[in-house]
């Protein structure tokens, strides 16, 4: 049986996903970022490799239970994602001149009346939200096509916030949406995305059901020339007029002259042109435009395909303001999206949390300087890790153990805990040092028990919704990097 889902569906889903960052039993999530080991070919206990890529070309993840599992691997540090971090955006494109934009259509997708050919616009698309029928120009407002001067170039950029259709010199015709707020600009405008959001004037000035555009889809032949005004345009609404232009037999022009309301079909027939003293004319058909839900301007999310929302999280340096659990002399490969994860075996609620394991030294003996990315093992346990941060002053080892030989495996294929006493050693650095002893301490903000704390972030809590690989990022004290998640629904 043919089916489809629509594109309100996705909005739905848009913005089932956005309302649950506030409801009152919000879902949480947290950004993270992660892998700070270079991706490359690595072996498994049972000397098995695994081919992950390479720093200059990441494999793509997939779907699958292992990647999920192996991101809590690796990972660095989480920060919370609040309301205010995110918007429904759509498909940024900017004017350009002498540039063919489509036009709005109703029936984009639809059999073309009297055949079995799909109606679709000048760049080819088949759906609406395909089609290039919407502009951002330099002054940041947002313009839907209402009609591209019969598939014309567009050669002078829309301008001003009027409520009604705006006609340029080019022919096109433009319907104001919205203006990109300041804040909009700086948190939700990528290259390849844009806010998007209802102005309220525009809203309440819209007419449900208005007709603004009409297209000749044939012109007809034979008949008398002139130009007739008054033509209803038929249909389940009313007050919808139109003016036809009948030139050398046929009709060369068809405007509206009033908009009319409530029409969710409509028609202008070749008898009603004839009627009006187009004697002998045959054959002209005329295509009505119906507008969306509520008309034009009405509800800019779902009359431009605002089915996407971007996320847009700030890493400022360590976040020293949120107990600076955010590394800054490591680099990271991984970007993901968590929900409802745990910490403490609770709820996760707070700002950042960082998500390697540490320990502390003992003074004496001073230990020595390890370096990032190495290996390290420990006497007597066997246990095994690789150095994310190494905090001399405070002598504090940040650290991971994955599921790979001189990462996080020992010599028996087990991932073992590093505990007690004992010596640990850089195996590129060949520092040593001996994990405190004392009961409860606490320094750089974080409390170790007998020299170790583990992750704040619970292993394996919680689901892993987005998972980017891609190409080293380094990061700095003094640095901030935005980044920007768009999803699709």
Wanted: hydrophobic fraction near 35%; charged fraction near 20%.
């Amino acid at each position: 049986m043919p089916a489809i889902i629509t594109n309100k569906f996705r909005i739905n889903n848009a913005e089932q996903f956005s309302e649950s960052f506030s409801e009152a039993s919000p879902e949480v999530y947290y950004l993270g970022i992660g892998r700070p080991q270079a991706f490359a070919t690595q072996t498994r206990a049972d000397s098995r490799t695994e081919n992950q890529g390479t720093d200059a070309a990441a494999i793509t993840p997939t779907d699958s239970v292992i990647d999920e599992l192996y991101t809590f691997d690796d990972l660095l540090a989480v920060k919370k994602i609040t309301t205010s971090d995110t918007s429904f955006v759509i498909p940024r494109r900017n004017w350009t001149t002498s540039t063919v934009y489509d036009y709005y259509r109703h029936d984009y997708g639809n059999r073309i009346t009297g055949t079995t050919t799909t109606q679709s616009a000048n760049s080819g698309a088949t759906t609406l939200f395909d089609a290039t029928f919407y502009v951002l120009t330099a002054a940041r407002n947002v313009y839907k096509v209402i009609d591209n001067n019969n598939n014309g170039a567009s050669t002078v950029e829309p301008t001003g916030t009027s409520t009604s259709v705006l006609t340029t010199g080019d022919g096109y015709k433009w319907k104001y949406m919205y203006t990109l707020s300041a804040a909009q600009q700086a948190n939700f405008l990528s290259t390849d995305f844009m806010a998007v959001s209802t102005d309220a004037t525009v809203s309440s000035a819209a007419v449900d059901g208005a007709i603004n555009t009409v297209k000749i889809k044939t012109a007809g032949s034979g008949g008398t020339n002139g130009t007739y005004t008054g033509i209803t345009i038929r249909g389940d609404g009313t007050g919808g007029t139109v003016t036809v232009t009948v030139s050398g037999g046929v009709v060369s022009a068809v405007s509206v002259t009033a908009a009319g309301t409530g029409y969710t079909f409509a028609t202008i027939s070749n008898a009603q042109i004839v009627a009006a003293g187009a004697t002998g004319l045959s054959g002209a058909e005329i295509d009505v435009i119906i507008p969306p839900k509520g008309g034009h301007g009405f509800d800019a999310k779902k009359e431009l395909g605002g089915f996407f929302v971007m996320l847009n999280v700030s890493l400022e340096g360590t976040e020293s303001s949120n107990t600076g659990d955010f590394t800054t002399t490591n680099d990271f490969r991984k970007i993901v999206l968590i929900r409802n994860p745990f910490s403490g075996g609770s709820a996760a609620s707070t700002t950042t949390l960082r998500a390697t394991k540490a320990l502390r030294f003992a003074s004496s003996p001073t230990p020595g300087s390890f370096t990032a990315d190495e290996e390290i093992n420990q006497a007597t346990t066997g246990a095994v890790g690789k150095v994310v941060e190494y905090d001399s002053t405070n002598r504090i080892l940040h650290y991971i153990q994955t599921r790979f030989n001189d990462e996080g495996v020992d010599s028996n294929g087990n991932r073992t805990a590093f505990s007690g006493a004992n010596v640990i050693t850089g195996q590129t650095s060949g520092a040593t040092g001996t994990p405190s002893a004392v009961a409860s301490e606490t320094a750089d903000e974080i409390t170790f028990t007998n020299g170790y704390k583990d992750s704040e972030l619970d292993r394996h809590k919680g689901d892993v919704l987005y998972i980017e690989n891609r190409a080293p990022i380094t990061r700095a004290a003094d640095q901030t990097e935005n980044i920007k998640l768009v999803i699709e629904f």
